[in-house]
């Protein structure tokens, strides 16, 4: 059962600015970890960025820190990455993903619900 619904992806040029939002179906949405990851052609999918249940911490990779925020807002059941800056390397297909407990987790095997994922393409 799909749970979560990605959306906002496209075709943007190098510098350009998208937001990715996540739409969820889940029960006590607001008491999970969410998190984004990605995945491109011939790699592994990796952890993007992550926040706790409370919003009261945020995780990023290496590669998007300071140009990726991930927020949620409990109202609309619903996660975001506004991803600025972006590099052609951004591009790949974006997950949404959550899980319950109060950790951020970079592992995608350790996430429950998954989204079928927005594509996201940046030209240079």
């Known amino acids: 059962q799909v749970q979560l619904v990605e959306s906002g992806g496209g075709l943007v040029q190098a510098g350009g600015s998208l937001r990715l939002s996540c739409a969820a179906s889940i029960r006590t949405f607001s008491r999970y970890v969410k ?3 990605r995945q491109a052609p011939g790699k592994e999918r990796e952890f993007v960025a992550g926040i706790t249940w409370s919003g009261g911490s945020t995780y990023y990779e290496d590669s998007v820190k300071g140009r ?4 949620r807002d409990n109202a609309l059941n619903t996660v975001s ?5 972006l590099k052609p ?5 974006y997950y949404c ?3 319950g407990g109060g950790s ?3 592992r995608a095997d350790l996430y429950d619900y998954w989204g079928q994922g927005t594509q996201v393409t940046v030209s240079s």
Request: proline content about 0%.
């Open 35 to 37: 998190a984004w990851f």
């Open 89 to 93: 390397e951004d591009t790949a297909v």
């Open 104 to 106: 951020v987790l970079r």
């Open 81 to 85: 990455l506004q991803m600025n800056s």
């Open 97 to 99: 993903a959550a899980v």
């Open 68 to 71: 990726f925020t991930i927020s």
